[in-house]
């Protein structure tokens, strides 16, 4: 590889190419040749005028995240951005693709800033927990209004460079040749007598009064942003912007930048941001494996879920059939997928041109012949085995050669999918998560037979969905429901033992789950788990256990959508409300199973729940169902509301230490049917050399 950083000079103006790609990222080889470019410039008296310019798809992404964790290099990015403020000679920034992060602050050090067309301007850092280290904080408010400011940090989207040259953030846009255009620009800046314009010596973009805006700001940051420290740390470096001198307002953001790398939070984060890009590797499969054409899908089912997925690819520009067997269920469906676009032109999220396009794209069927030109056909039928076979045998007969076919289930053996036909090589599981429009997750499920290329065309079509795709090998539930079924199974037994359905959800939510799990069964359908439970109750041949649960769902709770569950719900309404009714069948179904009450304390809510998600996770690792124990931070991360700033439950158990974990599943072991828990053999062999899932020894 050559230098990453190359330098030149075009009539008077030196120009400092980055040259690392894919993003141009802000590493120290980088870093240093940036400090050399712009001190060679600065010696050269026939430059007058330097321009910072990367490739046409990337400015800079920023810095290298795996460098927070080594130590650090000089020069750093503040280091470069000092070489900046230090220049006698006019610095221009021409930003192609996107400058992001660390790639933005070294925009906003130069003097002025062109940008083609569409180039997308932000500060992402606080999706990772973190603060803009560099100066962002403080050189941002200088250029736009502290408002929009804010707005950009806190929430880490971008701008494009139009609205950013509305802003104040960008002084031209490029419409032809960008270097051509900047040497251009720069060349006229020298002609009207412009000379260094140092952002850090802009006043700060703000009126009013900064102690109300800030404190409003603050309210509103930690309602929003509970268990996340670093917008409330972005408001502090704010508000030091506006009331301190630059130099001061630096120091205070390097600090707060600090304190955020070292947080367990933004740990938490930068674990999951490496974790989804890990999930597409697959141990096994060559890179270069050759994928099917996908030009061309079928969805069998038109019901929400079916009707979600034919919007999964419609999104996508992939035309979609939507299939059932009758014409009734069919034009319910078609009516759904057109009232869903239809909110989202309301909400202003959609277009009416688009939501016609993507309408167009949904072809409505009657009858399985239609899926006989797809390259792939998902079901998504009623989760029923009998139901499914029935499906996949006529599919068999009707797909044309090569299609790939693939099952919605979320719990059924794709094995037993698979031999229903002959051809159980294009066979394999695609579990989306409801509504399959909006969720990201797909768990993409390699059956035993599943062909290597069937299995790269499922992950490469996951991101041509946007969805995060984490391949799972076959067991009953897969990756994520068969570790809910331990975590459901321990919500039901605290409510045996005394607690209530708003305590146990109040206390998970408290932990950062997204919703509890009761209002989670309300939301699904309870007689969606009842089904299941009974399922695997034949399957393994024992008689269910005195369930509450089932005894809900006899009565008809089947949550939402029939007003009643673990909760009642007001007509048209999804507040969950308490029912004195569910606390008379909790208190009964105690006195027959004979169970004292007795008060539990939110800790052991989330503890009992969570070590159950990881003990079961330990074993799904140990069996090769997962891949590694990042793809199952993942699919919880992506698909069942655990808090991204905990990491996942199995990155989260290495926080705790799994010598913890391992004691409290003994204790659990101990109480209320402990015989429900037994420690994975690899939670107990990693507990023994304060190791973590990850492989490595836990950090103090």
């Not at 610095?91 to 569409?118: D, Q, S, T, V």
């Not at 019901?303 to 419609?314: E, K, L, P």
């Not at 003990?615 to 991360?637: F, H, K, M, P, W």
Request: net charge neutral.
């Amino acid at each position: 590889m050559g230098d990453p950083v190359r330098y030149e000079v075009r009539g008077g103006v030196a120009v400092i190419t980055l040259d690392s790609p894919p993003v141009n990222g802000l590493g120290n080889a980088v870093r240093a040749g940036i400090v050399r470019g712009l001190q060679q410039a600065e010696q050269d008296a026939a430059v007058r005028a330097i321009v910072v310019i990367g490739s046409a798809k990337a400015f800079s992404g920023g810095a290298d995240i795996r460098e927070f964790n080594q130590p650090p290099q000089a020069p750093l990015l503040p280091d470069v951005n000092d070489e900046q403020d230090r220049a006698g000679k006019l610095l221009l920034a021409a930003i192609g693709g996107f400058a992001l992060g660390g790639g933005l602050e070294l925009a906003l050090a130069c003097h002025y800033r062109i940008a083609a067309p569409g180039a997308q301007l932000g500060l992402p850092e606080v999706k990772l927990g973190l603060l803009p280290g560099s100066g962002g904080t403080q050189r941002l408010p200088r250029l736009v209004p502290m408002a929009e400011a804010a707005q950009m940090m806190l929430t880490g989207q971008p701008v494009d460079a139009e609205a950013a040259a509305a802003l104040g953030l960008v002084d031209a846009i490029c419409p032809g040749a960008l270097l051509e255009g900047a040497v251009e620009f720069a060349q006229r800046l020298l002609g009207d007598g412009k000379g260094p314009r140092r952002t850090s010596a802009l006043p700060v973009r703000f009126e009013g009064e900064a102690t109300p805006f800030f404190a409003a700001l603050r309210e509103k940051v930690g309602r929003d942003f509970r268990g996340y420290p670093a917008p409330l740390e972005i408001v502090s470096c704010l508000e030091a912007a506006a009331t301190l001198p630059f130099a001061r307002g630096r120091e205070v953001e390097r600090a707060g930048f600090l304190r955020l790398v070292a947080s367990p939070e933004s740990k938490a984060l930068r674990h999951a941001f490496f974790a989804e890009r890990e999930a597409g590797k697959i141990p096994g499969l060559a890179e270069d494996t050759p994928p099917r054409k996908i030009e061309r899908a079928a969805v069998i089912g038109a019901g929400t879920m079916g009707g979600g997925i034919a919007m999964s690819f419609a999104d996508a520009g992939i035309p979609v059939t939507l299939i059932e067997a009758d014409a009734e269920p069919l034009e319910r469906g078609r009516a759904r997928i057109a009232k869903n676009y239809a909110g989202s032109v309301a909400k202003g999220r959609l277009g009416q041109a688009e939501m016609d396009r993507r309408l167009a794209l949904i072809t409505p069927a009657v009858g399985l012949a239609a899926a006989s030109e797809a390259d792939i056909v998902v079901e998504a039928v009623f989760e029923q085995m009998d139901v499914k076979l029935e499906v996949f045998r006529a599919l068999d007969a009707i797909a044309r050669p090569g299609a790939i076919l693939a099952t919605n289930t979320s719990t059924l053996d794709v094995d037993v999918i698979a031999a229903a036909t002959g051809r159980p090589r294009d066979v394999l599981g695609t579990h989306f998560f409801s509504p399959a429009n909006v969720m990201r997750l797909l768990e993409v499920v390699r059956g035993e037979a599943t062909a290597d290329d069937v299995l790269a065309t499922a992950m490469k079509l996951g991101k041509r969905l946007k969805k995060v795709a984490v391949v799972s090998g076959v067991c009953d539930g897969f990756i994520g429901n068969r570790m809910l079924e331990k975590y459901s199974q321990q919500a039901l037994l605290l409510l045996d033992e005394g607690a209530s359905p708003q305590q146990v959800d109040a206390a998970l939510r408290q932990f950062g789950m997204a919703m509890g799990p009761f209002a989670v069964f309300d939301l699904a359908g309870n007689d969606i788990g009842w089904e299941i439970r009974k399922r695997r109750a034949r399957e393994r041949g024992v008689a269910a256990a005195p369930n509450v649960a089932d005894a809900l769902c006899e009565q008809g709770r089947f949550g939402q959508k029939t007003g009643r569950g673990w909760y009642r719900y007001e007509e048209g309404g999804r507040q969950p409300l308490p029912d004195p009714e569910v606390d008379a069948l909790l208190a009964e179904h105690r006195r027959r199973s004979g169970v004292q009450p007795r008060a539990i304390a939110d800790q052991e809510i989330v503890e009992r729940c969570v070590y159950a998600l990881v003990n079961e996770g330990a074993a799904i690792l140990e069996e090769g169902i997962a891949q590694r124990s990042s793809d199952i931070d993942v699919v919880y991360l992506s698909g069942y509301g655990f808090p991204p700033f905990r990491g996942g439950p199995m990155f989260y158990a290495g926080t705790v230490g799994l010598a913890r974990v391992l004691e409290a599943v003994e204790r659990f072991r101990a109480g209320h049917r402990g015989d429900l828990w037994t420690p994975a053999p690899l939670l107990r062999r990693l507990a023994s050399t304060n190791a973590t899932f990850e492989g490595g020894s836990r950090q103090a």
